[in-house]
T-cell receptor, first 114, second 117 residues
Framework: KAGVTQTPRYLIKTRGQQVTLSCSPISGHRSVSWYQQTPGQGLQFLFEYFSETQRNKGNFPGRFSGRQFSNSRSEMNVSTLELGDSALYLC?????????????FGQGTRLTVV | AQSVTQLDSQVPVFEEAPVELRCNYSSSVSVYLFWYVQYPNQGLQLLLKYLSGSTLVKGINGFEAEFNKSQTSFHLRKPSVHISDTAEYFCAVSAPNSGGSNYKLTFGKGTLLTVNP
């Protein structure tokens, strides 16, 4: 059974640009959550999508947005990149409706903003 | 709202020594508990979970954890560590969100376990 797939694994962008990250969940999972991980702040929850609807949202500015498609794949977009957006972005999938909250993580996308 | 405290940000140990990584949580409702491990530049991998039943939970790679409801703790232990156990370990709790419609994972800040030869 394939795991959670995130693409690309590494990205280098310039300040002011925008970026889109992709996440394919485990087959059958309908919930996708996104996290930002930095050395200073640790793991911070960005948002969760379930059946194409944003169900939970963290405390990030509107520059961070996401969406989910009918096949449960999700994309995350960051506009007007800032140096502080450099981080490992992790995607996690879960069933979404068999609730224990257990999540399965992808390997992450390492974003560097220069 | 729930919160997770990992009491040690770094734990250095020698190979073959025992280790305990401490985790305390707070929540006004019943929770599910998890430990995840993260190797450098990788995602998080589930080590073990407590959902119900026996309070002693065994996971992968020889790790185990004990749920203590009265002390609201879920400490992770391994009797003898290997160099390959060097990684960051995250404790997490899952509880219904404020609307009660779904469960949300809350993570601790992580404990970096360094195993030295």
């Amino acid at each position: 059974k394939a795991g959670v797939t995130q693409t690309p694994r590494y990205l280098i962008k310039t300040r002011g640009q925008q970026v889109t990250l992709s996440c394919s969940p485990i087959s059958g999972h309908r919930s996708v959550s996104w996290y930002q991980q930095t050395p200073g702040q640790g793991l911070q929850f960005l948002f969760e999508y379930f059946s194409e609807t944003q169900r939970n949202k963290g405390n990030f500015p509107g520059r961070f947005s996401g969406r989910q498609f009918s096949n449960s794949r999700s994309e995350m977009n960051v506009s007007t990149l800032e140096l502080g957006d450099s981080a490992l972005y992790l995607c996690a999938s879960s069933w979404g409706d068999r609730e224990t909250g257990e999540a399965f993580f992808g390997q992450g996308t390492r974003l560097t903003v220069v | 709202a729930q919160s997770v405290t990992q009491l040690d940000s770094q734990v250095p140990v020698f190979e073959e020594a025992p280790v305990e990584l401490r985790c305390n949580y707070s929540s006004s409702v019943s929770v599910y508990l998890f430990w995840y491990v993260q190797y450098p530049n990788q995602g998080l991998q589930l080590l073990l979970k407590y959902l119900s039943g026996s309070t002693l939970v065994k996971g992968i790679n020889g790790f185990e954890a004990e749920f203590n409801k009265s002390q609201t703790s879920f400490h992770l232990r391994k009797p003898s560590v290997h160099i390959s156990d060097t990684a960051e370990y995250f404790c997490a709790v899952s509880a219904p969100n404020s609307g009660g419609s779904n469960y949300k994972l809350t993570f601790g800040k992580g404990t970096l376990l360094t195993v030295n030869p």
